[in-house]
Nanobody, 113 residues
């Protein structure tokens, strides 16, 4: 089992930035790491992902964000810039490969003045 713990969420003003972290309980080198988010009353949506070879993919509306990973620290990151109210959501970390799929508990991001 791989446990994922997100951190770094909070309240930020419009136009601000946040960096989310996702710490894994063990080696995650072989997993694709991803970030998803879910706003109240909406379905969970894909934000970004990064493979073990550092190939990244983003949702079209979220290219303001940057996903990265540090395999030495078993941690993935999501750097978010130019945040607006529509970015308010619970952000979830995901790790998956062909056989396994793990989720963190989520971290709340609220964009408000």
């Amino acid at each position: 089992q791989l446990q994922l713990v997100e951190s770094g969420g909070g309240l930020v003003q419009p136009g601000g930035s946040l960096r989310l972290s996702c710490a894994a309980s063990s080696i995650f080198r072989g997993y694709i790491m991803g970030w998803y988010r879910q706003a109240p009353g909406k379905e969970r949506e894909f934000v970004a992902s990064i493979t073990s070879r550092y190939v990244t993919r983003y949702a079209d509306s979220m290219r303001r964000f940057t996903i990265s990973r540090d395999d030495a620290k078993n941690t993935a990151y999501l750097q978010m810039t130019s945040l607006n109210a529509e970015d308010s959501a619970v952000y979830y970390c995901n790790a998956h490969n062909a056989a396994q799929d793990f989720w963190g508990q989520g971290t709340q991001v609220t964009v408000s003045s």
